[in-house]
């Protein structure tokens, strides 16, 4: 069974078909069309984006979409993961896109299961939906992904976006640096650097949120000071290469990630994430329909 859970799960080759794939999407090139088949969204966590534009991509390719509804599922009556989900696929559904607090809970939870799955993140695991539509906004935008210089800012430890990330872009060629307080460095992945040394030799400068809920006790009280020691501010926004782009997934705290008012700047490309994670994620749909011979 092919499922996207984490980004080596993708070859090279594949992350790049499904870059091109969803430029030409973009482009206008007609998608696969399946009004015969059901998907299941599952979010166990909230989530505007990635559910919204998974369910968009979905029914552009005409696919029956069942939003699954945790308040009032049988979930609350302490059915598993794994019963849940293989009802799902009992009633039908034959593709589920999943979130879920916990990290790793494919391996924990779904040993065995019928059906495949798209890991719509994790908790601090990994979010490939989001690093595909990253990479192909990156490389839309420069037309390579070797050789560009990439920062990562703010709370990499708690990040999923970050994880799934820095590996990819590594492994595309890219240069990844990590900014931001020790408290949300994570050593596996490698050491914080200073914001404004690297600034002004950045393509990419990929800002995080954030991730109050995960913090457990590092919760930074002062987002002012956070702003003035990791944020882009207005000075450091100034610093940046005329060609460099300022990347967030969102959810953006205005005025601790980010300046207010830069979230629209001219080198912003948070909306057209937005918008490109409409045509990866129909990328990512078909890639598993067709793997699957659905
Ligand atoms: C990210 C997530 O949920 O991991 N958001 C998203 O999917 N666009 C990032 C975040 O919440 O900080």
């Given at each position: 069974m092919i499922n996207l859970i984490r980004m080596s799960d993708l070859t090279t080759?594949?992350?790049y078909g499904l870059i091109h794939r969803a430029l030409a999407l973009k482009a206008g090139s007609p998608p696969l069309h399946?009004?015969?088949?059901f998907v299941s969204n599952l979010f166990f966590e909230h989530s505007t984006r990635t559910k919204h534009s998974f369910?968009?991509?979905e029914q552009k390719l005409g696919l029956r979409v069942i939003n699954f509804d945790t308040d009032t599922s049988s979930v609350n009556k302490g059915e598993s993961l794994y019963d849940t989900c293989q009802t799902m696929a009992a009633i039908g559904c034959q593709v589920l896109v999943i979130r879920h607090p916990k990290e790793n809970y494919y391996t924990d939870e779904l040993a065995?299961?019928?059906v495949p799955v798209i890991n719509g993140g994790d908790g601090s695991g990994e979010h490939p939906s989001q690093c595909l539509l990253d990479l192909m906004t990156i490389y839309e935008r420069f037309g390579r992904i070797e050789g560009l210089r990439v920062a990562i800012v703010g709370d990499i430890k708690h990040s999923r976006v970050a994880r799934s990330n820095y590996h990819?872009?590594?492994r595309l060629g890219a240069t990844v640096v990590f900014v931001g307080p020790e408290a949300f460095e994570d050593k596996t992945l490698g050491e914080m650097v200073d914001f404004d040394t690297v600034l002004p030799e950045l393509d990419v400068c990929m800002l995080l949120r954030l991730q109050h809920e995960r913090h457990f006790g590092t919760k930074l009280s002062d987002i002012t000071s956070y702003?003035?020691?990791?944020?882009l501010t207005l000075?450091?926004?100034?610093?940046l290469k005329q060609e460099a782009i300022v990347m967030h997934p969102a959810p953006v705290n205005r005025g601790a990630e980010i300046a207010s008012q830069l979230v629209e700047a001219d080198k912003s490309v948070i909306f057209e994430q937005m918008t490109n994670g409409v045509f990866m994620r129909q990328a990512i749909l078909e890639h598993i329909i067709t793997g699957n011979n659905l």
């Open positions: 080759e594949q992350v399946r009004s015969d088949l369910e968009v991509a065995g299961l019928t990819t872009l590594k702003h003035q020691a990791y944020g000075e450091r926004y100034k610093k």
